[in-house]
């Protein structure tokens, strides 16, 4: 994973959210030259992906290969979680 720069003020943000036990804390960051890791400990492997899922839906990226999804559901109004090739290729299908 590839670390996020942050500012030593992004910091408090980050550790508030670690304290409530909130997973948005999770991430790689790079705080003056320091890489900083929060994971989750002994993840199973389905939970590690539905992490990545979790987080890739949260950053509006198509969760099976990452990238930016940019169409909206007329239906929601929400970013599709799938960009257009996926939703194609598996909306579709369901
Ligand atoms: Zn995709």
Same mark, same amino acid.
């Given at each position: 994973?590839?670390? %996020?720069? /942050? ?5 408090? %943000?980050?550790?508030?959210?670690? $304290? ?10 790079? #705080?003056?030259? /320091? +890489? ?12 590690? #992906? ?6 890739? +839906? ?5 969760? /099976?290969?990452?990238? $930016? #999804? ?21 909306? $579709?299908?369901?």
């Amino acid at each position: 994973m590839k670390p %996020k720069s /942050v500012k030593t003020d992004d910091l408090s %943000k980050i550790f508030s959210s670690l $304290k409530k036990g909130d997973e948005a804390a999770i991430g790689s960051y790079l #705080v003056k030259g /320091v +890489r900083l890791q929060i994971s989750k400990y002994n993840l199973t492997g389905a939970e590690r #992906v539905q992490l990545l899922y979790k987080r890739r +839906r949260a950053q509006g990226l198509c969760i /099976v290969c990452g990238t $930016k #999804v940019s169409k909206k559901n007329p239906a929601t109004g929400k970013l599709y979680r799938l960009c257009e090739i996926h939703r194609n290729k598996i909306d $579709k299908n369901s």
